[in-house]
């Protein structure tokens, strides 16, 4: 019987001192705030569309601090996905499909000539990326324009089409050389292959 | 401060309340299992003792300890040496001993010698030899151990105390010859060991109470 | 003597220059299409000046330079404008870009050309500002405005001037023509570089396979008094990278990031030096240039002085191409120039060489083999680099980490790729990589634009409605004063409010609002009954719905209106 | 002194926790994937081996053992290291928010590497005294550390590697852990202990 | 005719890969010869069946993968994997050995990782680790050479008697017949006799020697070719040399009696083989030059340590396994310094 | 509802989230016990006992646990759960107890427990909280199971040896004896083994998802539109 009241004492004795340095340090060491929603947000690709299910990018990133996936911005794609889950140290998961795919990118382009001035693709735009007024035709900033479609919904005559970012020389990116061995068997080369592949 | 103390108490409380009652869960385990564990332990540490000399010798053989110095094995330290002790005699002792040259570490064995100074039994207590190749030193392994039986030591040149591979009377094992090589040298270091320090080995350590049993 | 000092790494594949020095240079005959490039340099693209239907004469400027880093552009010859768009252009893309194309009329009439006769008597901003307006670019390699790099007094002081004459690449001969045959040129045109830029002392780096061009250059020498000295590299490919030839020359190496005036040096092209006192002591803009058109697909290999705009179908058709045996096109050199699928693309300022090779010439590469990291590709990289590490790091998709090995350090000289055992594309694997990289930064920088201009929206909104709340407020308190006014005047008046007006407007809004959904549920309701789609229940009910609302809401917007008839 | 150098060279190479003694495999396949987060965790992890070393011997000499009750060394041993580790992790968070973004987000994992319980117990079964307890807890902590760190660095290379599908992730990495293991045996023997 | 667009270079060196793996195949020779002459037609037949086996395993593991399988195979990587996996095993050993040792080589060490270039560790060495931990009576039962035969020495001598040894079951007074311990086994296994009592009275040493002299020396001229045609640079292999000759020479002078002379640690043994074909494979190496020699030097202290105080005869397997292991780590922190990099000569800074 | 929660916590034990398997938890007695059948019986079957203890304890007493020392408290929990065991097991099974050795204790520390009190029992209820326990435990004993028969198959060529040390004597009968006489690869029972094992176990996973997803793509049909479904929208 002592064995067991020396047991209890003992550790009992121990666990008091460790629960008062442990509750002294929970309250001396507290620790605010959480730099880590802004670096999520960085990783966002600000695209605004609200695709994940948040209005806006910021929001989604205050819900994967809060343990939200990871998996659901289209825009930002695998690749987004993947620096997410270096910063937090999550498993890399694939695009969730219910948010939608990773599609190419796009701006928006509105056919002037159709366009009735009603002004709701400005108010629809996240980034103010549509100029114009009341009962004039607008236009589209290409360069500020996220591709997130927003305005298109919302346009009375449908007269925003959402088109690829052209190519040109200048955004041009090189392309990756087809992926070693597997085509080039023959004996013409792979120089046929790659101008396959290029076009 | 307000906080600090709530906080303290607080975490206090909890953590002060889950050890004593943990503890006690412990401790009560502990009470009702120490006495078979106790048995346990002795039995396992018995149980080699006895495979090298038959318990109906003396039941007691594991508590009979004498320590002896053992300079002639390279120790400072005595060692520990059981005797079967039966009408006070010493019918037959075992030795502790450890091999140094085995192939890779230490091999602890058990060398069992009767009175007269042939061998009762040898058993590897603990080794780190290669499985499959050193270990066929261990009884479950292999019968080898088992050709020391009955030998004895007769003075520097019995030649006979070594690996067939260098002249001896003993087996290697295919591929391996340094590990039997190690075992036989201390066994028959061992039987020196005896001979030099017969007296001091065969000298009984318990009496009294054998005594009484037999009667 | 200067010492020569030497880089890491370098290759000496077979030279093959020979071929084409055996006949001096020729005049390239006069295309009737000539098709102008608006970015033939490194920098913006120029802004074309004239329109279509101009008739424009020769070294009559067409486009002028965009901002800082831009060159201008001259008509080759004379003509009218036919056609200001995309065309083909060299570009490693193959991809069209915007240019001015002029149908020569042939007879080739000069504007007056505007020459300095005294360089030395004008002031230095007048002579940088008549170079900037002759269009002239680095004809060595990437064809960055010249000016540029030499309006360095302000912030530099250069103490070196190299003369980059190395013309390592094989195939190429086109500056060692031109030090045989113009070598006064070349040196009148350092003069000038040296009088603007006031240099220490000049080198000429030389690789030791042109023994003709040396001796040509040092007999010249002596009629100038200039610090020049020619300096003889061994041959070894890249030694006329700028970087390298430095390294060679003065064995300070240019740190990364940085641009050779940063260390007191300037590296400029033969062709260059050339171009330059064409352009101020001629007057002559720069609208021609030397390029060896070589190759076992062509009957004369020789060097061209061909009219910038040249299309290449008509060098090749001048130097009697064998179409049949023709297998690869390439502008450049054979280990950096970019392969040509459309030979109607015209020569550009920093076109030097035109390679129609066969298939025995320049056989398609092997099939890549796995990487075994033999090294190879290591001992020779001129910027100690691990091309390998690169490699993989590419391939694997890990651009940070081939960033921190320093991936933009690399030149894209092909000295990797050349000696790789197993036939990897080393260079297109980095070309792949630096676009994602610069693409990636791109759009980041893009995010945080439109971060910022999303958050400035957010801004604005919470300022327009505090204001509109504001504005409310301070309405609902006329309005109670009002009220309380009216009160005491005891007045009775209609339950016309002053608010109806809105309120149907609202009202009408709504119902249009709803029209439109109803529209496009019951075109989404037709689409999925088309495809014959799951849901389709739904989409009915959803229909339904909204027939109803949108009935409500323009009963709601008739009555509310009919009340105000 | 030579004493403590065969015990580093035993616990670092010849029986080396991971690779041979099979201890702190969690953290060993969980933070590999990249050399910079495998330094820090190494670093963290050398701290507390070597301070629960400490912490437990001293309650296990001074308190277990002079009331019998050495049974409860399992339970307090773990709280003993819960508590450092713990207050380390407020502490340096508090203090030092460079050292906490090093160290910081491997410290909550300590408390689930068995190689820290680990020593603990093994320092007792070992009969070490004071100073071998910490020598030993802190060459354990090194090879724990040494294996981690190469290990980080040979997985980033397999991330660029061409293995098939079936194999990436952690199935490759235990491949390539067992054949680190492999190599460790070539220490077989080298300390005779 | 279509014009083709590729990226530059448009010409290279003509270097292949399958013609590197050729050349090392054909340094192996002189010590094939060797081996046989002095030690009968078993490695000739371990040659042969580790061939046909790793290009078995090596189409297999190819075909799974859905990777071109012929054009693979003519790289001729696995054929240097068996080569070098027939040459470091005993040659008497039992056929399943090789075939055990090719599978794990090509198997495990090569296609799990995704094939040629990518395996972390040597596979050969992998291979001949894991044999030698698994069956260790089998892996160290090298023939004695023909001079301390007597007369045995015509069982090795035919070749249809090799065959028997190779594919039946063995047996034992064969094998006590025709092996015999090696001179690092003799000299670790000295049972308290000095260096040069052992030298004096074993016969494996002092008649036995010159026959693992003899095959070193033929793997050295294999090296030496092979650096020639610059398949591989000298920093490997000669900082690996130079550190186990510095290492046994400290000893050596140190203490005669219990350690073993520098030439022997240089001159019998894997010693030669596992400079200069071993050290330097490029797959599982360091890279850099500076790398390599770090790797070398490892590699030579490792070799030295093992053999000295560890438990194993031979050391160069795990030397090279743990070496590899650190290859990764080395590359991360020999990466050479670029054109234009800290610590460069910058000249006089020209901003004014 | 009750049902599919709990199918639910058995698929997670026993596969999507097996604790050895994916979560790659508790690795240490995994592979270091793993060296015959009878070990890896006895280990499992201690840490499933824990599991479901502690489980239990934690989820029973979670509202009333402190946060700053939650972590210490669920600690403890486990620690006397693993002494009891330990204790029982000296008294019991003797010898088992000895060749399992340290790894007993280290139940402790075995992260898949202090994962399942922190992640699963500190949130849910009693039963769902002994059920998670119960199927962590059987998903960790299966796959100690299946290691431990594999690398005894290969490393002795015998299955159920030595059972009598869990089962008492009669057990000593269960052995089976795959290959007379064999030799031993003794890989397989050395720790490369161990680890090489756990991978291809990991890797046999790996390739059962693979072709149960395939399966699963080809008889659904491909999904129908549904990329807006949740999309929220942020303007106008
Ligand atoms: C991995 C390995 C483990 C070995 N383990 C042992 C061992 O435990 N005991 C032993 O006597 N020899 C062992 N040897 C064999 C020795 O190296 C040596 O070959 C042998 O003892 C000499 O025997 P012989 O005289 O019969 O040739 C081992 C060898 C290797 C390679
Ligand atoms: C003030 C100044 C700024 C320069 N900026 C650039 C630049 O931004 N990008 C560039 O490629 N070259 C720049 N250069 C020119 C380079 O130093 C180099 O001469 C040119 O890129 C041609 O090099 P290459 O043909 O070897 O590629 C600059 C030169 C000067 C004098
Ligand atoms: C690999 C490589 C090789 C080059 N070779 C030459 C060359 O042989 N001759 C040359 O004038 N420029 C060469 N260049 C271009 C020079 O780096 C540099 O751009 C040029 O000398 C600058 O002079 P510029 O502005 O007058 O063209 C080469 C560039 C690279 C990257
Ligand atoms: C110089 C050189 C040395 C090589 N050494 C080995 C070797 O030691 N072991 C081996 O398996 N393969 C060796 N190889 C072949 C090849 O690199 C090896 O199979 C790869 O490791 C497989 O990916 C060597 C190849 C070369 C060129
Ligand atoms: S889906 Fe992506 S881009 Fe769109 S709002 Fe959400 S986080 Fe931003
Ligand atoms: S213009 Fe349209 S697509 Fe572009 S950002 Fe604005 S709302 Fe989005
Ligand atoms: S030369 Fe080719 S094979 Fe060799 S290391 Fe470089 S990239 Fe790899
Ligand atoms: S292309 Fe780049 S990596 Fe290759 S050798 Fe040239 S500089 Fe080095
Ligand atoms: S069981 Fe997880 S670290 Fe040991």
Redesign the interface.
């Known amino acids: 019987m002592t064995i067991i009241l020396t047991a209890i004492l003992i550790l009992l004795s121990l666990a008091l001192v460790f629960g008062v340095i442990l509750g002294f340090a929970a309250v001396r060491f507290k620790v605010e705030g959480d730099p880590i929603v802004d670096q999520i947000d960085q990783l966002l690709p600000q695209t605004q569309c609200g695709q994940c299910g948040y209005p806006g990018c910021k929001p989604y990133a205050e819900a994967i601090s809060n343990g939200d996936a990871i998996n659901k911005c289209p825009p930002g794609g695998q690749s987004t996905i993947e620096a997410l889950a270096t910063l937090l140290d999550r498993e890399v998961v694939p695009l969730d499909a219910e948010h939608g795919e990773e599609k190419p990118k796009t701006v928006a382009y509105i056919r002037e000539d159709e366009c009735i001035g009603c002004t709701k693709c400005i108010q629809a735009c996240p980034v103010d990326a549509i100029l114009g007024a009341a009962k004039q035709m607008h236009t589209v900033i290409v360069s500020e324009c996220t591709g997130c479609d927003l305005c298109v919904e919302p346009c009375p005559v449908d007269c925003i089409d959402m088109i690829p970012v052209p190519v040109t020389p200048n955004n041009w990116k090189w392309p990756a050389p087809v992926s070693d061995p597997n085509l080039i068997l023959t004996d013409r080369g792979r120089g046929h292959l790659l101008q396959e592949g290029s076009k | 401060m307000e906080g600090l103390l709530y906080s303290i108490r607080k975490n206090t409380l909890g953590i002060g309340i889950f050890a004593a009652v943990t503890a006690g869960l412990i401790a009560i385990t502990q009470v009702l299992t120490s006495e078979r564990i106790q048995q346990n332990q002795e039995a396992h540490q018995a149980r080699i003792l006895y495979e090298i000399l038959p318990r109906a010798l003396d039941e007691q053989l594991h508590q009979q300890t004498i320590r002896v110095p053992a300079p002639e094995l390279g120790l400072h330290e005595p060692i520990e040496i059981f005797q079967a002790i039966v009408n006070d005699q010493v019918q037959a002792v075992i030795i502790p001993v450890t091999a140094k040259e085995g192939y890779s570490g230490d091999i602890e064995m058990l060398v069992g010698i009767w009175n007269d100074g042939s061998v009762a039994g040898v058993r590897v207590v603990s080794h780190r030899e290669t499985p499959g190749l050193g270990d066929k030193i261990e009884v479950e392994k292999s019968d080898w151990i088992l050709s020391f039986d009955g030998l004895k030591w007769l003075g520097d040149d019995d030649q006979r105390w070594n690996v067939r591979k260098e002249g001896g009377e003993f087996d290697q094992f295919t591929g391996a010859t340094i590990t039997p090589r190690a075992v036989v040298r201390q066994v028959a270091k061992t039987l020196e060991y005896f001979d030099l320090r017969k007296e001091q080995i065969l000298r009984p350590s318990i009496q009294l109470n054998r005594v009484d049993d037999d009667e | 003597m200067t010492r020569i000092y030497s880089f890491h790494g370098g290759i000496h594949p077979p030279d093959n220059k020979r071929q084409s020095l055996g006949a001096p240079i020729k005049q390239a005959p006069l295309p009737s299409r000539l098709i102008l490039p608006l970015q033939q340099h490194i920098g913006k693209s120029a802004t074309p000046i004239v329109e279509v239907g101009d008739r424009v004469l020769k070294g009559q400027k067409i486009a002028d330079a965009t901002g800082f880093i831009s060159a201008a552009l001259h008509a080759p010859s004379s003509g009218t404008v036919t056609y200001i768009g995309l065309q083909p252009a060299p570009h490693a893309s193959g991809l069209e870009s915007p240019c001015i194309v002029i149908e020569a009329d042939g007879l080739d009439e000069w504007i007056s050309k505007k020459a300095i006769a005294d360089f030395r008597s004008i002031q230095k901003k007048a002579l940088l500002d008549h170079i900037r307006e002759s269009g002239v670019a680095g004809l060595g390699g990437a064809g960055f405005p010249t000016d540029i790099k030499l309006n360095l007094g302000k912030d530099h002081i250069i103490n070196t001037l190299i003369i980059n004459a190395a013309e390592c690449e094989p195939y190429i001969t086109a500056d060692d023509a031109l030090m045989r045959e113009r070598p006064d040129e070349i040196l009148k045109g350092v003069e000038i570089i040296a009088h603007l830029l006031e240099p220490s002392k000049i080198l000429i780096g030389i690789e030791d396979n042109k023994p003709n061009a040396i001796k040509a250059l040092r007999d010249y020498i002596r009629e100038y008094q200039l610090p020049i000295e020619v300096v003889v590299v061994p041959t070894l490919y890249p030694s006329g990278g700028e970087k390298q030839l430095i390294q060679l020359l003065t064995s300070i190496e240019v740190p990364s990031g940085s641009i050779p005036a940063d260390v007191g040096i300037v590296c400029q092209n033969v062709g260059t030096a050339a171009a330059i006192y064409r352009a101020v002591e001629l007057g002559e803009p720069m609208i021609s240039r030397i390029v060896t058109l070589t190759g076992f697909a062509l009957g004369h290999r020789q060097n061209y002085d061909v009219l910038m705009g040249t299309p290449f179908s008509v060098l090749l058709e001048a130097a009697e191409v064998d179409r049949d045996k023709m297998f690869r096109l390439v502008m450049g050199g054979p280990m950096m120039g970019i392969s040509i699928e459309d030979d109607r693309i015209p020569v550009i300022k920093t076109t030097n060489c035109i390679i129609a090779a066969t298939q025995e010439e320049m056989p398609p590469a092997p099939p890549a083999q796995p990487c075994i990291r033999c090294g190879m590709c290591e001992q020779v990289c001129p910027a100690s680099l691990l091309p390998q590490q690169l490699y993989w790091f590419a391939k694997g998709r890990e651009f940070d980490k081939a960033r921190h090995h320093n991936l933009f350090d690399c030149i894209e000289c092909g000295a990797c790729a050349y000696v790789c055992p197993s036939n990897i594309p080393l260079v297109q694997h980095y070309r792949f990589a630096k676009s994602e990289i610069r693409n990636e930064e791109a759009e980041q920088q893009k995010s945080i634009q439109a971060r910022e201009r999303f958050e400035a929206r957010q801004a604005r909104l919470a300022r327009e409605v505090a204001e509109k709340e504001q504005r409310r407020k301070e309405r609902a308190e006329a309005a109670a004063k009002e009220q309380a006014r009216k009160k005491l005047e005891q007045d009775q008046t209609t339950h016309a409010t002053p608010n109806a007006e809105a309120e149907l407007k609202k009202l009408k809004t709504a119902a249009s609002v709803a029209r439109t959904k109803l529209k496009k549920a019951r075109e989404a309701l037709k689409n999925a009954e088309d495809k014959d789609l799951d849901g389709i229940e739904k989409l009915q009910a959803t229909v339904a719905q909204l027939e109803e609302k949108a009935g409500e809401a323009e009963r709601a917007w008739q009555d509310a209106s009919g009340a105000k008839q | 002194m030579n004493e403590f150098l065969l015990i580093l060279i035993s616990t670092v190479l010849v029986n080396n926790f991971v690779l041979v003694q099979f201890l702190g495999l969690c953290p060993f396949m969980g933070v590999s994937n990249k050399l910079e987060t495998a330094m820090g965790m190494s670093l963290a992890t050398t701290f507390v081996l070597t301070l629960a070393s400490v912490c437990s011997y001293l309650v296990y000499r001074y308190l277990l053992v002079p009331f019998d009750i050495i049974w409860l060394r399992t339970i307090s041993f773990i709280l003993v290291i819960a508590v450092v580790v713990q207050f380390t992790e407020m502490v340096v968070h508090k203090t030092s928010p460079l050292l906490h973004k090093l160290l910081g987000i491997f410290l909550p994992l300590i408390t689930t590497n068995c190689a820290v319980l680990g020593v603990a117990l093994l320092n007792i079964q070992r009969q070490n005294n004071f100073v071998e307890s910490i020598v030993y807890g802190f060459g354990a902590a090194v090879g724990f550390s040494m294996a981690l760190i190469l290990f980080s660095a040979l997985r980033e290379r397999i991330a660029v590697a061409d293995v098939p599908v079936t194999f990436r992730g952690a199935a490759i990495g235990m491949v390539t852990a067992g054949l680190m293991s492999l190599a460790f045996m070539g220490f077989t023997g080298l300390v005779r202990v | 005719m279509a014009l083709i667009h590729l990226s530059s270079p448009h010409v290279s060196k003509a270097n292949a890969t399958n013609r590197v793996m050729r050349l090392v195949l054909i340094a192996t020779l002189p010590a094939l010869l060797a081996l046989t002459l002095f030690f009968g037609w078993g490695s000739l037949i371990q040659l042969l069946l580790a061939s046909t086996t790793a290009l078995l395993f090596e189409a297999i593991c190819l075909h799974l993968r859905k990777r071109p399988v012929l054009f693979f195979l003519r790289d001729g990587s696995a054929l240097v994997t068996a080569v070098l996996i027939a040459l470091a095993i005993p040659p008497f050993a039992p056929w399943w050995i090789v075939v055990i040792g090719t599978f794990t080589a090509i198997v495990i060490a090569k296609h799990l990782y995704g094939g040629l270039g990518n395996n972390p560790f040597n596979p050969a060495m992998v291979a001949y680790a894991l044999l030698l931990i698994s069956f260790p009576m089998e892996m160290t039962q090298w023939n004695a050479p023909f001079v301390l035969l007597g007369d045995h020495w015509s069982v090795l001598a035919s070749f249809k008697d090799s065959l028997i040894i190779i594919f039946t079951s063995m047996n034992q007074t064969l094998i006590d017949a025709y092996t015999g311990a090696t001179p690092l086994e003799v000299l670790k296994h000295r049972s308290g006799m000095t260096t040069e009592e052992v030298w004096r009275n074993n016969p494996v040493l002092n008649q036995g020697v010159f026959a693992w002299y003899g095959i070193s020396a033929a793997w050295l001229m294999g090296g030496v070719f092979l650096i020639y045609r610059k398949v591989f640079t000298w920093h490997a292999p000669f900082s690996m040399l130079v550190t186990l000759f510095l290492l046994s020479s400290l000893f050596y002078a140190g203490d005669p009696s219990n350690f073993a002379d520098p030439f022997v640690h240089l001159g019998v043994g894997a010693t030669m083989m596992c400079a200069f074909f071993i050290a330097t494979d490029p797959v599982s190496g360091a890279t850099s030059n500076k790398g390599k020699v770090i790797f070398g030097i490892g590699v030579g202290a490792l070799v030295y340590i093992i053999r000295t105080w560890g438990s194993y005869p031979d050391a160069v397997a795990f030397a090279i396994l743990l070496m590899n292991l650190t290859a990764p780590f080395i590359d991360h922190y020999t990466q050479p310094r670029s054109y234009g990099h800290e610590r460069a000569n910058r000249g006089t800074g020209g901003r004014s | 509802m009750m049902n599919s929660e709990f199918r639910k916590i058995s698929i997670d034990g026993l596969w999507h989230n097996n604790p050895a398997l994916v979560q790659?938890?508790?690795?240490?007695?995994?592979?270091?016990v793993t060296g015959s059948v009878v070990n890896a019986i006895g280990l499992g079957l201690a840490t499933t006992v824990v599991l479901i203890g502690s489980n239990l304890t934690v989820s029973l007493f979670r509202q009333?646990?402190?946060t700053?020392?939650r972590?210490?408290?669920f600690?403890?929990?486990?620690?006397?759960f693993?002494?009891?065991i330990?204790?029982?097991m000296?008294?019991?099974t003797?010898?088992l107890f000895?060749i399992l050795g340290?790894f007993i204790?280290?139940i402790?520390?075995?992260?898949a427990i202090?994962?399942r009190a922190d992640a699963f029992a500190s949130r849910n209820p009693v039963p769902a909280s002994i059920f998670d326990g119960l199927m962590m435990g059987v998903g960790f004993t299966i796959v100690l199971v299946l290691l431990g028969a594999m690398r005894e198959a290969l490393g002795a060529g015998t299955l159920l040896s030595n059972m009598h040390l869990l089962f008492g004597e009669p057990a000593r009968a269960w052995q089976i004896t795959l290959v007379d006489n064999y030799?031993?690869?003794?890989?397989a029972?050395?720790?490369?083994?161990?680890?090489?094992g756990?991978?291809?176990l990991?890797?046999v996973k790996?390739?059962i998802d693979?072709k149960l997803k395939n399966r699963t793509q080809n008889t659904t049909s491909p999904?129908?539109?549904?990329?807006?479904?949740?999309?929220?929208?942020?303007?106008?």
Request: glycine share 8%.
């Open positions: 790659l938890l508790g690795l240490c007695p995994l592979l270091a009333h646990i402190p700053a020392v972590l210490p408290i600690v403890m929990i486990i620690a006397a693993v002494t009891a330990e204790l029982l000296q008294a019991y003797y010898e000895l340290i204790p280290l402790v520390t075995n992260c202090m994962g030799r031993g690869f003794l890989f029972a050395l720790p490369p083994g161990a680890f090489v756990m991978g291809l990991i890797a790996n390739l693979a999904s129908t539109e549904t990329s807006s479904s949740k999309r929220v929208r942020i303007t106008g």
